[in-house]
C-alpha cells in the first residue's frame, strides 16, 4: 500500500498526488479526467476514458448442447455485455442450444449470425433493475411452486406436478440476474452507483436470493416425487400439509426481515424464522414414524418429498441468518 499526503492550493483546495506506476498502466497523464466514486469513507478512482463494457469470445467448435448452454450462462452471470460463439458451422442443433441458453437469461438476445459466429448481447438497462424487487419476485414464484407441489402430491396431480417442475426456470431466471449484477458490483463502482446499495447489501441479497433459488430447486424434486407417486395414505398427507404451512410461515417471515430496513423489526422477525426451524424436528420424526408402517418403496418415494421439504424450512432459516447479518451494527 502507498500513502500520499494530502495538500491545500489555492488555500482551500484539497489535492493528493497519483502513484506515477498506476498512472502509466491506465494511461491517465496530464489533461486525463477521472472518476470519482463515493463509497462511504472510501473513494475510488477509475479513467473515464476506460470502456467498461466487456466482450467475450468462446470457441464452441467441440462442444455438446449442454457445456454450450452452461457456457454461455457462466458468461452472462460472470458480467459480459456482448458474447461471440465460435464454431466450424452454425448449425440447427446449435441454434436450438443458444435459444434455450437466451431463453433463461433475462436481457440476452441474439443480435447477429454468421457462418461460424453467433453474437449474443445483454440488452436490459441496468440502472432500472432492484434486487429487492427481484427477490420479492423470486419468493412469489418459489412459494407457489411450493404449494402447488405439496397439492400435488397429496391429490396426485401429474399434470400440477409437471408444471411446478416446468417453473423452476422462472426461478433461475431471476436467480442468474442477481449473480450477474452483484459480481458486477465487486468489480466496478459503476454498477454499484446503478443498484444503489453498498456491496455487503447486495451480498446479503444475493445470499438470501441463492436460499430461494434452493427452495425452488426442492419445490421442482417434490414435483417429480408427486408424478411417480401412486397413493398417499390419509395421515400422511395431512402431516406434510402441517409441515408445509410451518415452513410457508418460516420462509415468509425470513424474507421479510431481509427486505426491511428497520433493523429492530429485522431482529425481532428473523430470530422468529430461526426459532421456528428448531422445533420443526418433532414434527418431521412424527411423519418418518407413519412411513415406516409403509413397503419400503412407497414410504421411500414419499421420504423424499418431506426431506426436500425440510430442507425449504433449513433454507428459511438461512434467510433468517443473512436478514441478521444485513441488520446487525456495521463496525
Not at 414410504?299 to 441468518?321: I, M, W
Request: aromatic content about 4%; proline content about 2%.
Amino acid at each position: 500500500m502507498e500513502t500520499r499526503k494530502i495538500q491545500i492550493t489555492g488555500g482551500s483546495t484539497y489535492t493528493v498526488s497519483l502513484p506515477k506506476g498506476w498512472a502509466k498502466r491506465n494511461d491517465v497523464t496530464e489533461g486525463s479526467v477521472l472518476g470519482i466514486h463515493p463509497d462511504e469513507h472510501t473513494l475510488i478512482l477509475a479513467p473515464t476514458h476506460i470502456d467498461n463494457s466487456t466482450e467475450g469470445h468462446l470457441d464452441v467448435t467441440d462442444s455438446s448442447d449442454e457445456e454450450l448452454v452452461r457456457s454461455v450462462i457462466a458468461m452472462y452471470v460472470s458480467g459480459f455485455e456482448r458474447i461471440t460463439l465460435e464454431m466450424d458451422r452454425v448449425t440447427t442443433d446449435v441454434r436450438r442450444a443458444i435459444r434455450s441458453a437466451t431463453k433463461n437469461l433475462a436481457g440476452l438476445e441474439v443480435v447477429e449470425e454468421k457462418n461460424r459466429t453467433v453474437t449474443v448481447q445483454v440488452l436490459f438497462d441496468a440502472s432500472q433493475f432492484s434486487i429487492s424487487n427481484t427477490i420479492a419476485r423470486m419468493q412469489v414464484i418459489a412459494l407457489g411452486m411450493l404449494n402447488d407441489a405439496i397439492t400435488a402430491l397429496k391429490e396426485l396431480d401429474c399434470t400440477l406436478a409437471r408444471d411446478v417442475v416446468d417453473r423452476d426456470n422462472d426461478v433461475d431466471r431471476l436467480w442468474f440476474v442477481i449473480s450477474r449484477m452483484f459480481r458486477k458490483s465487486l468489480r466496478t463502482p459503476t454498477a454499484v452507483e446503478e443498484l444503489g446499495l453498498p456491496r455487503e447489501r447486495c451480498f446479503d441479497f444475493y445470499t438470501g436470493a441463492r436460499q430461494l433459488e434452493r427452495i425452488a430447486d426442492h419445490a421442482a424434486k417434490i414435483g417429480t416425487v408427486a408424478i411417480d407417486l401412486e397413493t398417499i395414505p390419509e395421515d400422511v398427507a395431512e402431516s406434510v400439509t402441517k409441515l408445509h404451512e410451518e415452513t410457508q410461515v418460516i420462509i415468509n417471515t425470513a424474507i421479510e426481515a431481509l427486505l426491511t430496513d428497520d433493523r429492530e423489526d429485522a431482529t425481532r422477525l428473523a430470530n422468529r424464522a430461526r426459532d421456528s426451524v428448531s422445533t420443526m424436528d418433532e414434527h418431521i420424526r412424527a411423519i418418518n414414524g407413519l412411513l415406516r408402517n409403509l413397503d419400503s418403496r412407497h414410504a421411500q418415494q414419499l421420504r423424499l418429498g418431506v426431506d426436500s421439504l425440510s430442507r425449504c424450512a433449513d433454507y428459511g432459516g438461512n434467510l433468517a441468518e443473512a436478514a441478521l447479518q444485513k441488520a446487525a451494527p456495521r463496525p
